[in-house]
């Protein structure tokens, strides 16, 4: 099917097409038709299966129909929860645009703030930012909202998993009542659809994956293996394998940063990106990871929100994560817009809760795989047996006497003193309807081996693997951004 036939101009179709979007993905497919009839939508899509263009394409039409934004004002404003995540969207948005002549800037903290002021000068099409900033720019009269028509919420539950819910409401008190809004969301747990009900008129839902869902074309394996061996155990993986362009997560920002020494150590020229690292330090980091003169790049849960390099054929989780969902964002970073891709974890004893936690989360077992010379002496215990999750009854929408308007709805009652969801602790997980809910305290690993007994005999494992690249051309802008 091509772009033309969900509405988008031929221009904008034959633009998409000359740099190898031949088809949209089913995100596109359903997200941009929706849009452009001018409502409200919800979507939930997992990261990379093309949302950012299921967005700004059709932004993109409606905001070339209108008037150029005027001084100091943004048509259309996407907030995104993290600094590389704006420079990302600010990216495609403005590739996508360049036919029709659309503007877009990126602000975000950790850099001067200054050049971007002048940027905003001339008045922006799609201003994409990150919450603080964007307020502190707006304190600063760089910017206004007279004219705004669209919001976006890009990412929405890291967006809340981050704290951000003071500041979004911020923002939605000085923005003006009609507009339309989008909201994505890799996940929709409650507090995430409350955030929506506060926020949007009868949103269309859509769902093209079912929640928490891993991508199928990620092949999933783990390792189990003591705690202390893993940094030799990655050493040895990622040259036997000769793996270059590996993402490897870790738990921590000082795990992250004494596993990058080892690797320079080893002679796998590595660098990190997390929170404590300067945004010059963060840029640098992440494109010389793409342009390959770095081989590892290892990143903390959060710094990786977001990352889109392409064609990345590998994902290592060097520890697991504590929050199950993130176990989803990570492997999201392999297996992009259809290609495939490989997402291993190396898993210690005491990591078996988070184990239990992310498969349940994900509805399977995870493959595993012994690594001979590397056989644990504290095993893994046996994984739990895959309880189905609960599904809760959606609650009732209760009609709204004060919703936010849409374009061509009526009513409104948006003001900062609205009701919008409670704020969550940074990092606090964040369970949807998991049967095996247990509070945050619960889910540290346990001190001791756990009761149930470890496996007899190794799976049949202990294959020789081959990385697993792309079977999917890539578009040239792919091509170019991950060369
Ligand atoms: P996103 O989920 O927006 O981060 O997109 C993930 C990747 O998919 C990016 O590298 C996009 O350039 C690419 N992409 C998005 N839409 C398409 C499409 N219709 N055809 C091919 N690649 C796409």
Redesign the pocket.
Known sequence: MPFSQLGLSQTLNDH?VAN??????PI?AKAIPAILSGRDVMAAAQ???????AFSLPMIQMLAKGQKAKNNQARALVLTPTRELAAQVHD?AHRYGQPLGIRSEAVYGGVKINPQMQRLRGGVDILVATPGRLLDLHQQNAISFDDLEILVLDEADRMLDMGFIHDLKKIMALLPKKRQNLMFSATFADHIRDLARSLMHNPEQIDVTPPNSTAKNVKQWLIPADKKAKPKLLIHLIKQHNWYQVLVFSRTKHGANKLVKLLDTAGINAAAIHGNKSQAARMKALANFKDKSIQVLVATDIAARGL?I?QLPIVINIDLPNVAEDYVHRIGRTG??EQTGEALSLVSADEIEYLNDIEQLIQKHIEREYEPGFEPSHEVPFSKPIRPLKTKRPKKNKPKTGNVDNRTGTSNNDSSNQKLAPRRKPNKPNRTNNSNTKSASDQRPANKPSANKPRQGKPSGQKQRSSNTSNKAL?P??KR?SS
Do not use: E, M, V
Request: aromatic share 8%; glycine share 12%.
């Open positions: 998409l190898g979007y031949a088809t949209p993905t596109q990261t990379g299966t093309g949302k950012t263009a495609n889109d392409s992009r817009a578009s802008w792919d951004s």
